[in-house]
C-alpha cells in the first residue's frame, strides 16, 4: 500500500511571524517547523503501517514550500515515514490553496508512479492559514472520494472507517480505497522522534522536485493567479495595562462591582 501524508511548513507561532511587502506570509526569513495539527497526520499513517505490519506499505511525506520546507519533511522521517518529497520552486511563492492543491495533487500522482496511491493523510488544518480546505480540493483534483476531520481512524482490506465528532453527535463515514483522509488533534498523540528515528531519518531518500518535474506551467500557481487577495494587515494593539482596585477604605466591593456592570458582565 502506498500511503502519501502531506504536511506543511508553517512559521513557529511562538517566534516572530511577519508578512511580505504583499501581504503574504514571510515563510523564509522566520523560524518554521513542520505544522503540528500534520503530526497527527503522521502519526495515523504510521498507526496503520504498524497494524497491517504483514503488508508491504510504504509512507511518503509530502511537502510544497520554500528550501526551508524541507525540515517538515525530515521531521515526518525522523518519526518513521519511509521517505519523503519536498517540492520546491520560486513560482510557488503566494500561492492560494487552490494553487497549492494543483501542486500537491500532481505531485501525488508523480509520488505513486506505477502504483497508484492508496491513501492521502493530511491534518485537520494548516496552523498559518487554517483554511482546511486543500484536503478537500484534492479528493475533487484527484478524483477520490474524501473522508475528514476524523477523530478515530480504522482501516480493514481497502475499506477506511472514521468517527467524526460534530458539536451535536458522532458520525461514523466509510469509505473504499484509493481515498483522502484527513484526521484531527483528537486522533492520536503524535509521537516524538527517537535518537535512532532522527540517525535512521538522514539515510531515507528525499527527492526535490521542481514545477517542470510535476509538468506544471508556472502561470498556474502564485500570487498573481491567487483567486484572492489580502489587501491590509494590521497588527493586534499591544494589551493595555489592566485596572486595579484597591480596598484600602472598604470601598473595593462596591469599585469592582461598578467596574464589572460597566463591562457589562454583571
Ligand atoms: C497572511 C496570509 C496571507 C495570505 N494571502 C493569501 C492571498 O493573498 N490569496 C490567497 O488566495 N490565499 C492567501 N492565503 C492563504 C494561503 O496561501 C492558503 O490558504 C494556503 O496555500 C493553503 O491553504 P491552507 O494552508 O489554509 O491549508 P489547509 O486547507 O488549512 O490545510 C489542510 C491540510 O492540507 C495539507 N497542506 C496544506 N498546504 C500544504 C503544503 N503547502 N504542503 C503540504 N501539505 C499541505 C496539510 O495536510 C494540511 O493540514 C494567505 C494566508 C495567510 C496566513
Known sequence: ?????????????????????????????VDGLLSELDEYAVEQALQIKEKRADEEIEVTALTVGP???????????????????????????GSDAIATSLVLAEA???AGGEKPVDLVVCGLASTD??????????????????VTLASVVETQGDQV??????DTATEVVGGTMPLVLSVTDQSGEARYPSFKGIMAAKKKPLE??????????????GLSVAWTQVEETAARPPRTAGEIVKDEDGSGAKALAD???SKKFI
Not at 3 to 13: N, Q, T
Request: one cysteine or more; hydrophobic letters at 45%; charged letters at 30%.
Open 208 to 221: 526535490t522536485w521542481s514545477l517542470g518535474d510535476l509538468g506544471v506551467d508556472a502561470g498556474q500557481v
Open 161 to 166: 472507517r472514521i468517527k467524526r465528532d460534530t
Open 259 to 261: 467596574f464589572l456592570a
Open 67 to 93: 528550501e526551508k520546507a524541507v525540515d517538515a519533511v525530515r521531521k515526518a522521517l525522523q518519526m518513521g515515514a519511509d521517505k519523503a518529497i519536498h517540492v520546491v520552486d520560486d513560482a510557488i511563492a
Open 129 to 146: 492559514a487554517s483554511m482546511s480546505v486543500v484536503p478537500a480540493m484534492l479528493a475533487e483534483r484527484l478524483g477520490l472520494p474524501q
Open 108 to 110: 501525488i500522482k508523480k
Open 1 to 29: 500500500m502506498n500511503i502519501v501524508v502531506c504536511v506543511k511548513y508553517v512559521p513557529d507561532a511562538t517566534a516572530d511571524r511577519r508578512f511580505e511587502s504583499d501581504n503574504t506570509v514571510d515563510r523564509v526569513d
